[in-house]
Every structure is written in structure tokens, then in C-alpha cells.
């Protein structure tokens, strides 16, 4: 097998959980909302509305917004990529796969400014090898494309094996090993 890992973002390499939470607080904080806001927030991450126009489209009903949804959203990928963190250790993980010969690459799905924002703010974009990313592409994981998008900017291809990493049971683990690489899930507790 060759040398090949693929990693997701969001709750992946960044802790995308840790970062929301900060992100709420200042966005109910900002607006002035009572007690319970937060937590609101957080319960409508939690579940299940993986596209951010459906998340803001509840929110601004619910808190009765003046602002659009977008307007909404863009404000959110706007301060996003300055909330993320990217541990020490990951970064050093990175680092020690690449030098001992492995190719690296980050396959994710989002918006490109949102996206490309966190990979810039994290140091991630220099710590790997290349990036597909569906907000680029056009494409959405767990569709075969984006991975072998991904190896191909390494100089591979997924057809000879390698490893996708990643917290999604479906666009990572199912679309990892449908493009024929093996997989790690990292469980969040979830």
C-alpha cells in the first residue's frame, strides 16, 4: 500500500465543536439574547442540520432576525476560521508522516472562504501536501471525486490504496473506502 493519508477538517484535524461554542456566545452575546441562547444554538448544531442555510434559516426564525440567511451565514464563515485550533500535536502528526515519506492531503466539505480560511488560520494549508475541497470543486464528499481529487494532487491515486481519516460516518467512512482506502473514524463520542 502506498503512502497516502486523507484527512477531514472540521472535527477532524480542528475541533470544530470547541470553536461553534466560542462562536456562539459571541453571536448571542452580540444580539443581546437572554439565557438559554447558547444552549439553543448548540442543540441545533448537535442536530443533524450539516447545511448552514437550513441551521441559520431555524435561527433567524427562531430568535426573529432582521438580518437574511445569508447575510447570517456569511458573518459566521467570516469568523470561523479565526475561532479554529489546531492542536500542537496534530500539526506535529502531520509533520512526522510527511518526513517519513507519506503524501498528505485534507478532503472536506464547505464553502471555500470558510474552508480555505481555517486551513490558512490553522497552518494546516503548509502542513500538507494539497487540498480538495467540495466549496472549490463543486464536489461533495462522500462522492469518489473529491478523494481521488485529493491523492491526485499527490502524485497518487487511490486505486493503490492509502487512508482516509475523518469523523463522518458517511462522507468520510463510506466515501473513504468506496474510493478504496482504507479508514479510521475518529469518534467524538457521538
Known amino acids: 500500500m502506498q503512502r497516502l493519508a486523507l484527512f477531514d477538517l472540521d472535527n477532524t484535524l480542528v475541533n470544530l465543536d470547541e470553536a461553534f461554542q466560542v462562536w456562539a456566545g459571541e453571536f448571542t452575546a452580540d444580539h443581546g439574547f437572554g439565557s438559554g441562547a447558547v444552549e439553543w444554538l448548540i442543540a441545533l448544531n448537535k442536530a443533524g442540520h450539516p447545511h448552514r442555510a437550513e441551521f441559520f434559516t ?28 489546531c492542536r500542537p500535536e496534530v500539526m506535529g502528526g502531520l509533520a512526522r508522516l510527511r518526513e517519513a515519506g507519506w503524501k498528505v492531503a485534507i478532503v472536506t466539505n464547505g464553502m471555500a472562504d470558510n474552508q480555505l480560511g481555517k486551513l490558512q488560520a490553522t497552518g494546516l494549508a ?3 501536501d494539497a487540498y480538495a475541497l467540495l466549496g472549490v470543486e463543486g464536489i461533495r464528499k462522500p462522492d469518489v471525486r473529491l478523494f481521488e481529487m485529493a491523492a491526485g494532487r499527490c502524485g497518487a491515486a487511490c486505486a493503490d490504496g492509502g487512508w482516509m481519516v475523518g469523523d463522518h460516518l458517511v462522507a468520510d467512512i463510506a466515501g473513504g473506502r ?3 482506502l482504507s479508514t479510521v473514524r475518529i469518534d467524538r463520542g457521538t
Open 58 to 85: 431555524l435561527a433567524q426564525e427562531h430568535f426573529a432576525l432582521a438580518a437574511s440567511v445569508e447575510e447570517l451565514w456569511a458573518g459566521y464563515r467570516r469568523r470561523m476560521p479565526h475561532l479554529v485550533r
Open 126 to 128: 503548509d502542513a500538507v
Open 178 to 180: 468506496a474510493a478504496g
